[in-house]
């Protein structure tokens, strides 16, 4: 394996291992290497990671890759190698508590050997919407505590969470700073913006920095997805935000997170009302294996108003069958479902996802025993269907179709797509007006300009000559070589 090969050609760097400065509790290990490079008295930051701990700069701002070398040479600081590194000194516990073991198992994979997908491709950070905070986040009253306490002042994690704009501890807001002005930064800091810098945040954003501070500091393991969303669906069961048809009522949840969490916060994290109701139905109905953990404490400071009472409530969950594709039978499974059905808030979805099975299985099971189970009505008729047909055939665009037929897009690809002679003769007539489109308007730009080159022509219509380039080459040569002749 590749950590087995780097820990074999790992060298004897004593001098270097000394040198390392000594952490404190909660820094972050990219302020730790920064204040490696000032005593080390390099002159790139970027070199002084490469050259002597084989890793990139994205260690400075957020969580390693590659770093097993970093942990073998460093193994009599942390004697527990890597995990205990990210675990302490990065915002990786802000992460695990909501990942699956074996997400948690093959980030750690990346953190350890490096390869693979980037890693915030699997944290879910290149997608989740939430601002990725590139720079490393200082707060000035912490500055000035710790170089009265420890004589130099050291960035702290729970700063660089990120959707944190404020210091957990004091209210005030955090600056950015690039890594190259780290030795500079209590000299910076008095004379940068230092009225902003001392006007305390408002209420709630000081709220929501506690919050995820505290996420931090519980050290929390990776939990199994179902049991966190169980925990979700009891709590808000209980606060009465389920209809009577098993959905979670979206505008109250929404309403008490802008009176908990504060109107300002959310809006800043989730863009708007739109967003908060489509990751909390993902959360709660759709059983998505992974979610950004800043969508988490959004919903757990909504509805549990503490990490602590979330714990507690996490502790108290227990799963309907734990494994239950591995373990249990089929005649356990039928006697689980028998006896989760009936429950109010549970849809034949949902449940399937708690016990592990298709949905499909959860209804064979239902009508096995006699219960009936509440289907979704279907209102789309066989005319409304031959209609979404007759347009498909002439090369419609999908919208149109939607508008003219009151359907979604999801209804019209299934029908268009569970209909062969549909499907093939919607593409046949999508590429006859596709490639009739192109041409009029090679034409076109041929006839405004007689004189010019098919370089020139090119320049001018990109897009039609690359469409007639990959489609239509036959034809689009032919009319090229006119011009040219």
């Given at each position: 394996m590749l950590a087995d090969e780097v820990i074999k050609n790992t060298p004897s760097l004593t001098n270097q291992v000394t040198a390392f400065p000594t952490p404190y509790p909660d820094e972050c290990l990219g302020g730790l290497l920064l204040r490696y490079h000032r005593m080390y008295g390099g002159l790139c930051v970027r070199d002084t990671l490469r050259d002597n701990f084989k890793l990139n700069t994205g260690a400075l701002s957020g969580i390693p890759t590659a770093a097993i070398y970093f942990a073998e040479l460093l193994r009599t600081i942390w004697p527990n190698g890597i995990e205990t590194i990210i675990s302490d000194h990065t915002i990786w516990p802000v992460y695990r508590p909501f990942l699956d073991d074996n997400k948690a198992q093959s980030v750690l994979r990346r953190v350890r050997d490096g390869g693979g997908d980037s890693l915030q491709f699997a944290l879910g950070d290149s997608r989740c919407g939430i601002p990725i905070h590139r720079r490393i986040r200082t707060c000035r009253e912490c500055i000035r505590e710790d170089r009265s306490e420890?004589?130099?002042?050291?960035?702290?994690?729970?700063?660089?969470?990120?959707?944190?704009?404020?210091?957990?501890?004091?209210?005030?807001?955090?600056?950015?700073?690039?890594?190259?002005?780290?030795?500079?930064?209590?000299?910076?800091?008095?004379?940068?913006?230092?009225?902003?810098?001392?006007a305390r945040r408002s209420y709630h954003e000081h709220q929501f920095a506690e919050l995820a501070a505290n996420l931090w500091e519980a050290k929390l393991s990776a939990t199994e997805q179902r049991l966190v969303r169980l925990a979700y669906i009891?709590?808000?069961?209980?606060?009465?935000?389920?209809?009577?048809?098993?959905?979670?009522r979206h505008s109250r949840v929404i309403d008490m997170m802008n009176d908990r969490i504060g109107q300002s916060v959310c809006t800043r994290l989730a863009a708007?009302?739109?967003?908060?109701?489509?990751?909390?139905?993902?959360?709660?109905h759709r059983n998505k294996t992974h979610h950004h953990p800043i969508k988490h404490l959004l919903l757990i400071g909504t509805i549990f108003g503490s990490v602590n009472n979330y714990i507690e409530a996490l502790a108290q969950t227990e799963l309907p069958f734990p494994h239950a594709k591995q373990s249990a039978?089929?005649?356990?499974?039928?006697?689980?479902?028998?006896?989760?059905?009936?429950?109010?808030?549970?849809?034949?979805?949902?449940?399937?996802?708690?016990?592990?099975?298709?949905?499909?299985t959860c209804i064979t099971y239902a009508a096995r025993y006699g219960v009936v189970v509440k289907r979704r009505p279907k209102r789309i008729s066989s005319k409304i269907i031959e209609s979404v047909k007759k347009m498909a055939r002439t090369g419609a665009d999908v919208s149109a179709?939607?508008?003219?037929?009151s359907v979604s897009q999801a209804t019209a690809y299934r029908i268009m797509r569970t209909d062969l002679a549909v499907e093939q003769a919607r593409r046949l007539a999508r590429a006859a007006r596709l490639q009739a489109f192109h041409r009029s308007r090679w034409i076109r730009i041929f006839a405004?300009?007689?004189?010019?080159?098919?370089?020139?022509?090119?320049?001018?219509?990109?897009?039609?000559f690359a469409w007639l380039y990959r489609h239509d080459k036959t034809w689009l040569k032919q009319h090229t070589h006119n011009r040219l002749n």
């Open positions: 420890y004589g130099e002042f050291y960035l702290h994690v729970q700063h660089q969470i990120p959707g944190v704009a404020v210091c957990w501890r004091h209210g005030f807001p955090l600056a950015e700073w690039v890594q190259k002005d780290f030795a500079r930064i209590p000299s910076l800091i008095e004379s940068h913006n230092s009225e902003r810098l001392s009891d709590r808000l069961n209980a606060l009465g935000f389920f209809t009577d048809g098993s959905y979670v708007s009302d739109t967003n908060i109701r489509r990751w909390i139905h993902g959360i709660i039978s089929r005649q356990d499974i039928g006697e689980l479902i028998r006896n989760r059905i009936t429950q109010p808030y549970k849809s034949i979805s949902a449940l399937a996802a708690d016990v592990g099975v298709s949905t499909t179709i939607c508008q003219k037929s405004a300009h007689p004189t010019a080159r098919p370089s020139e022509l090119k320049e001018k219509a990109y897009a039609n």
